[in-house]
Every structure is written in C-alpha cells, then in structure tokens.
C-alpha cells in the first residue's frame, strides 16, 4: 500500500516586508546625517587683505553670509535684527564676554549686515573682535 503525501508542494518565497522596512530606515538615516553640516553647503568669499593668520582655537565665530543672514557657531540666527543677533550670541557665549570673536563675512555682504554684528557684540561687551580675510591674489593671476 502506497501513501500519498497531500501536502501541497512548498514553494521557496522571499518575504519583502523586511527588506523595505531596512531600506527605508536607511534612506531616512542618510537624510538626516546629510544635513548635520548646515555651513558646509556655504559659499562663503572672504574679502582679501595681507596679514599673518591668527588662532582659531576657542574662538567665537560669526558668520555673515552674501544675503546678511548670521550664523553664530553652528546655530543660524532666524531673524536679521540686533535683537535676535544678541540673545543668540549670549545663549552660545554663556557669560564669557573676554572669548575672541572671529567674524567671517562674505565680500558681498551688505555693509549694514557687518555693522550690525559689531553693534550687537559691541552691546554685548565683546571687545576682542578680529575679523577673517584671504590671504591677496597672487600678482598676475587672476582673483578666484
């Protein structure tokens, strides 16, 4: 007597549930680190003067970029007044008004844009304020 097995024949099948969930778990992760540098997709040209470069360590840096928006470390200053330059300038300088300042700003910045950031740091009582240039052209070639 022959016994037949009347257990449909398994077919091998690839679940794909998982394999979406990890993708896209990986697609947000890479977005999100994408954008932890905000600075690094500035373009930012420095005016140019001669001059020995000074020390970056522990310093204070403000950024003016071409369009006046401030950025103070690596916070982005949400509006351009005195007053909102200020109140982020003390919550990232803590009381420590005698840090050095460097401030980096674009050679197409408005002028006003550069004025205000002395008058805030002036109000704040920071009095060591340096402010970032490039090194000159080289003679006979052309300004990058």
Do not use: C, W
């Not at 916070?75 to 007053?83: C, H, N, P, S």
């Not at 002028?111 to 950031?117: D, F, L, P, R």
């Not at 008058?119 to 009582?125: D, F, I, K, P, T």
């Amino acid at each position: 007597m022959r016994i037949r097995d009347n257990r449909a024949s398994d077919e091998p099948e690839i679940n794909l549930v998982p394999l979406i969930d990890v993708i896209l778990v990986l697609i947000i992760f890479f977005v999100i680190t994408a954008t932890f540098d905000a600075r690094s997709g500035l373009k930012l040209e420095l005016p140019r003067a001669a001059g020995a470069p000074g020390e970056t360590t522990g310093q204070l840096s403000v950024l003016v970029n071409a369009e006046g928006r401030y950025f103070v470390d690596d916070r982005e200053v949400l509006r351009t007044d005195v007053e909102s330059l200020k109140a982020t300038l003390a919550e990232v300088a803590g009381g420590d008004r005698d840090r050095q300042v460097l401030l980096r700003a674009d050679a197409r910045t408005p002028h006003q844009a550069v004025v205000t950031a002395y008058e805030a740091l002036g109000q704040l009582g920071f009095r060591r304020v340096t402010i970032a240039t490039a090194p000159p052209a080289p003679a006979g070639g052309p300004a990058p």
